[in-house]
């Protein structure tokens, strides 16, 4: 005998026009603290209790986010009486009464979401996920009923804006027609504790640009204070691409190398803890970035995959950041490798030094990512990445007046491209670039 399970689905205006929205794709796009997970769960219900054996996807940008918030959130929302099963390896589980069974993904390894049929799938927190992880997600959405017919698959996003990126680009003003934004301000949420939002605003030190984007759900740049202009940016946007994912998603390939092209390639090394090493590897002629490697692998192991990587493009030249530690290493492991080209300086050495201060010629960080931002608003640069998008939209002028990332953000992807851009200006590229290299068995280990 069926189990009848009742359930009673409430929240304020916003939150009921994406219980109740048709649309094929949702964002929900509000302040912290409005609620978003708990409806996103609460139409995760009305999906699966209207369409009995349909399966589902929820994803989190880690699994810590998704064990401290999303899964506790879909445990006090979700009816015990619908979970028939609970798994946890690999990854969590929930087998459903109404024959289905919700995947919970982390989304920072988005290759790992492949191999089964769902009909919907909610993001949260997805402006912290990756591109890949939306088009892999959409990619699973083909499930069909015992009867062979297709669900009416849905995928809803719920998510506090924090920055330009691949959520602004599909629903923002040039979103397709059957994509749909909603947005709310923590100020619209009448069920929250009562914690005081201007007391809350005060503690954070937001600006009045923050408070719009943190609070009032809004999609906002840090003008005044963000080196890239937002203008630039919407337009950037328009020419990210989903990337050919290899090595664990690590390595990301947005054209493949034509013979007779020349590239050039910079490389942000990580040494502060959370840092991510990043390669680009750009056209010469165009501006166009062609690849990129973003890991947090070791210094050693991320010199690998650069040797690999650069050897596919025709051996360019590549400028490593050697400022600390971690560019010492992956310039040293380049040369054990014998790459044959990597940048040197006026005074040959290897590698492209970040100073705060340079006498002319020379270029200091400001200068470097002045002119990098003047590449960027002519486009000159043709940037592929979502992700740096996000960056460029969080790097901002401090109170000393360095631009660098806001805090919890990261810059990684603005400086590897900022030091490519200026390698490309300074080093001549000629017609032996594309040289015969005799390859060191060990880069393949």
Not at 6 to 25: D, M, T
Not at 57 to 74: D, G, Q
Request: some cysteine; aromatic content about 10%.
């Amino acid at each position: 005998m069926a189990r009848k399970i009742e359930v009673n689905l409430e929240g304020y205006a916003q939150q009921v026009r994406v219980i109740r929205s048709k649309s094929e794709e949702i964002a929900f796009v509000a302040g912290v603290r409005a609620g978003k997970t708990h409806v996103g769960a609460q139409k995760m219900i009305e999906r699966l209790l209207t369409h009995p054996g349909a399966s589902a996807i929820v994803t989190a940008p880690s699994y810590r986010v998704m064990e401290v918030a999303t899964l506790p959130t879909y445990d006090k929302v979700f009816p015990a009486e619908l979970i028939k099963t609970r798994r946890t390896r690999p990854y969590p589980v929930w087998g459903l009464h109404t024959g289905g069974q919700i995947h919970f993904f982390s989304t920072d390894k988005p290759e790992m979401i492949v191999g089964f049929e769902v009909a919907f799938v909610h993001m949260d927190e997805a402006s912290l996920s990756p591109y890949a992880a939306y088009v892999n997600c959409k990619k699973r959405m083909s499930q069909r009923d015992k009867n062979g017919k297709a669900y009416p698959h849905q995928l809803w996003v719920t998510t506090t804006p924090r920055q330009l990126n691949w959520i602004y680009n599909e629903f923002g003003p040039d979103a397709p027609k059957e994509h749909e934004l909603i947005q709310a301000s923590t100020r619209d949420n009448v069920f929250r504790d009562e914690t005081d939002i201007e007391e809350y605003i005060r503690k954070l030190g937001l600006s009045e640009t923050e408070t719009k984007q943190e609070i009032e759900g809004n999609f906002e740049i840090l003008a005044g204070d963000c080196l890239f202009r937002k203008d630039s940016l919407d337009a950037q946007l328009k020419n990210c691409i989903e990337a050919e994912a290899r090595n664990n998603g690590w390595v990301l390939i947005y054209k493949d190398a034509v013979v007779g092209a020349r590239y050039v390639a910079g490389a942000d090394c990580a040494d502060a803890r959370g840092d991510f090493n990043n390669l680009v590897i750009q056209d010469t002629q165009t501006g166009d970035e062609v690849a990129e490697i973003y890991t947090d692998a070791p210094a050693d192991k991320f010199a690998l995959m650069c040797f690999d990587l650069l050897g596919e493009y025709g051996n360019p030249v590549c400028a490593p950041e050697r400022n600390g530690t971690a560019g010492g290493i992956v310039i040293q492991k380049l040369r054990d490798l014998g790459y044959p080209n990597l940048y040197k300086d006026d005074k040959q050495r290897d590698g492209w030094y970040t100073s705060t201060s340079a006498i002319p010629p020379k270029v200091d960080r400001y200068n470097m990512l002045k002119e990098y931002e003047e590449a960027v608003r002519l486009r000159q640069t043709i940037i592929r990445s979502f992700e740096a998008i996000g960056e460029m939209s969080t790097f901002i002028k401090n109170k000393l007046g360095k631009y660098e990332h806001l805090q919890g953000r990261k810059d990684d992807r603005v400086m590897a491209r900022a030091i490519t851009w200026q390698v490309r200006k300074v080093k001549p590229f000629n017609e032996s670039q594309f040289i015969s290299v005799k390859r060191l068995a060990t880069s393949y280990a």
